[in-house]
């Protein structure tokens, strides 16, 4: 009898517990991360009899976690995995929205001010055309000024952002250690500590939020969590703390993620760091946001300089030479990196100008100088990974796309290592120089006229000056349709051959004025170039600056195709992060659904077996009255 209220007594307590632990599941069914429980049950041992084993009732064994460990893990990568894909496309949207098109955009500004170059072309001595020339001259350096602005708050709030995430991750990683710390005690009791594990499972997935992480169980219970492939984070209760600071060059535009490990900082590789929204911020900063600033600076720096080159060429009203029209920073000094042997070489960079102008040839990017000996080694166009031998001994200034690069005499050590951000100050530095119209050197210091007794069809089909002050007069003598000869060289003949430029002088640089004519001559024919006697009548200069839109200034297109290119390249890269973002959270949210059905709470189901536990609870207590009712009929008996 005793017997078999003992197994009742069990069997209340035991479906009492399970009762307990469904009544968890449905309280926590919204608790983020929380796995559901489920009472593990075991048959008490039987007491052997004459007649054969009778059961003793149940016991419980634990109570146990549904917990999947490889779609944690893989829920936990995937969501990394998705965060970095959309804190990139979200920063690249704000991108976008800087360089807009249309009416209102950099690149018909910059169209406006060329075309403001006509009317001064029709009316050179206008002073109402050169103020709309000088006006949208403003207006295309305050756009230009406005865009790099908005490029460096976006820089700062992607900065702040960095920080304020890997405050989060530190605090993550303390929560971590602590909670392992908690878990490894708890397991000394011989039970699954459910809740602890679920907690730090939830912890591992906020950080992967933040940052992608490895994770590796220790033997006590704990878990290790690693970085960037291998470095740890948390190992056991020790945390190694992150922290945002500049790149080994201390170039203000990029962002450096370090670990402290054993109280020595560690850069950690940002190509290593996987996902998470730190590395997708990283990326953007580091590498979006600075091809658009090259982008950005490169037009700037191009268009500033060419129309300055070519203002210089020309005369204003005063018979003055042209003063540049624009204001624009020197290149920034080159940045050495923090390994390097002091004081190192001395750098500058400047644009090419021999044997011609490199601002053609300019590239949207960064480079990076490496030195193998004293003065030789490699760059590397950091835009596209193109590497490049360099020996200073050999020549100095190097050249590389458009760039003069040049060396002092100080020697460098191997392994020293220079970043070249030649665009940087470009943009936000851009200005018009003077608010006179007067100083618009529109007026070509050259000009030609034909001989009054050609009898021949020859025409001039352009003019250009190539230096300045314009050199003395010179006249050719045409000899028959096909030779000349030149009024400073003497009895020199040259070949003549229509629409073919006759340069001044062929040597490079260019110098003087370059003449273009058209048609057959007779021998007889004159043609002469002298310095323009009429500056305030001319309008050449304006029409060589109205040509300017045409010039294959950008990759090989037109000057007014650069804000295009420039549009075209940040397009790209926000349709395909969308892209990307969409695949990476489809498969993030996939998975999850995948680990809930494995550990999330189903309320259909625990309804179920609330009922099924009610009902053995039910029967166990008729179980004990039976059993009572039993006990007082033998008590009743014996006491007859």
């Given amino acids: 009898m005793a017997d078999v209220m003992n197994i009742g007594v069990r069997a209340l307590m035991v479906n009492q517990s399970a009762l307990q632990t469904v009544g968890n599941n449905i309280a926590n069914v919204n608790t983020p991360g929380y796995s559901r429980q489920s009472v593990v049950l075991k048959s008490v041992g039987g007491q052997f009899s004459g007649s054969g084993y009778y059961g003793k009732g149940v016991a419980i064994e634990t109570v146990q976690r549904n917990y ?70 403003d207006e295309a350096a305050t756009r230009l000024r406005t865009a790099a602005a908005q490029l460096n708050d976006l820089k700062l709030g992607t900065v702040a952002q960095l920080k304020t995430d890997v ?28 809740d602890l594990l679920d907690q730090r499972d939830q912890l591992i997935s906020q950080l992967n939020h933040y940052a992608q992480t490895k994770t590796i169980a220790a033997d006590d219970g704990s878990v290790g969590i690693f970085m960037s492939s291998s470095q740890p984070l948390v190992l056991g209760t020790a945390v190694s703390p992150l922290k945002i600071v500049n790149d080994t060059f201390n170039d203000p535009a990029k962002s450096q993620l370090t670990m402290t490990v054993s109280g ?31 982008l950005l600076g490169r037009m700037a720096l191009a ?80 835009s596209d990974g193109v590497v490049t031998a360099f ?17 002092n005499a100080v020697a460098a050590t191997t392994g020293d290592r220079f970043l070249i951000t030649p665009f940087s100050a470009a943009a936000p530095s851009i200005a018009t120089a003077f608010s006179s119209p007067r100083g618009l050197a529109m007026a070509s210091p050259v000009a030609a006229q034909s001989g009054s007794a050609n009898a021949g069809t020859l025409v001039q089909e352009g003019l250009v000056a190539r230096s300045q ?26 070949a003549y051959t229509p629409s073919q430029p006759i340069e001044y002088s062929t040597a490079a640089p260019l110098t003087g004025w370059s003449l273009t004519l058209k048609g057959v001559p007779k021998a007889g024919d004159t043609y002469t170039v002298q310095p323009n006697a009429y500056p305030t009548l001319d309008a050449g200069n304006a029409q060589a600056m109205l040509d300017l839109r045409d010039l294959a ?60 536990f ?25 006491g007859r």
């Fill in 614 to 638: 009610q009902q053995a609870y039910q029967a166990a207590g008729k179980m004990l009255q039976i059993s009572q009712s039993i006990f007082d009929t033998l008590m009743q008996n014996l």
């Fill in 264 to 294: 020595v900082a560690q850069d950690l590789d940002a190509a290593q760091l996987g996902g998470g929204e730190i590395a997708g911020l990283l990326r953007f900063q580091n590498s979006d946001l600075v091809d658009a600033g090259n």
């Fill in 167 to 194: 405050t989060t991750i530190n605090n993550l990683a303390q929560q971590i250690a602590s909670t392992n710390d908690q878990i490894t005690k708890a397991l000394g009791s011989g039970h699954s500590p459910n």
């Fill in 68 to 137: 999947s460990e490889f779609l944690t893990q893989q829920a936990a990568l995937s969501k990394s995995v998705a965060s970095g894909d959309t804190a990139r496309y979200n920063n690249l949207s704000q991108l976008e929205n800087i360089f807009q098109g249309g009416a209102n955009g950099l690149g018909a500004s910059i169209s406006n001010m060329l075309n403001a170059f006509s009317d001064v072309v029709n009316a050179p001595t206008d002073l109402t055309a050169r103020s709309v020339v000088l006006t949208q001259a």
């Fill in 553 to 612: 200034l950008f990759d090989g297109g037109p000057l007014t195709d650069g804000y295009a290119s420039l549009m075209a390249s940040i397009g790209t890269r926000v349709q395909s992060a969308k892209t990307t973002m969409t695949v990476s959270t489809n498969i993030a949210t996939q998975i999850e659904t995948d680990r809930t059905s494995v550990s999330g709470v189903n309320l259909d189901e625990e309804a179920a077996k609330l009922l099924q």
């Fill in 469 to 494: 002050p314009a050199p003395p007069a010179v006249t050719l003598n045409f000899t028959g349709p096909g030779t000349y000869t030149r009024s400073d060289t003497g009895a020199t003949l040259y």
């Fill in 303 to 382: 268009i500033g300089t060419q129309m300055n080159t070519q203002q210089g060429l020309g005369l204003d009203l005063n018979g003055n030479p042209g003063t540049p029209l624009f204001n624009i920073k020197p290149m920034p000094s080159v940045y050495a990196a923090s390994t390097n042997t002091l004081p190192g070489p001395a750098l500058s960079v400047g644009i090419q100008t021999s044997p011609s102008s490199g601002t053609p040839s300019l590239a949207a990017s960064n480079y990076e100088l490496n030195f193998n000996s004293a003065t030789t080694g490699s760059i590397t166009r950091l």
């Fill in 391 to 407: 020996d200073f001994g050999a020549s100095n200034p190097i050249k590389i796309d458009g760039l003069d690069i040049q060396k």
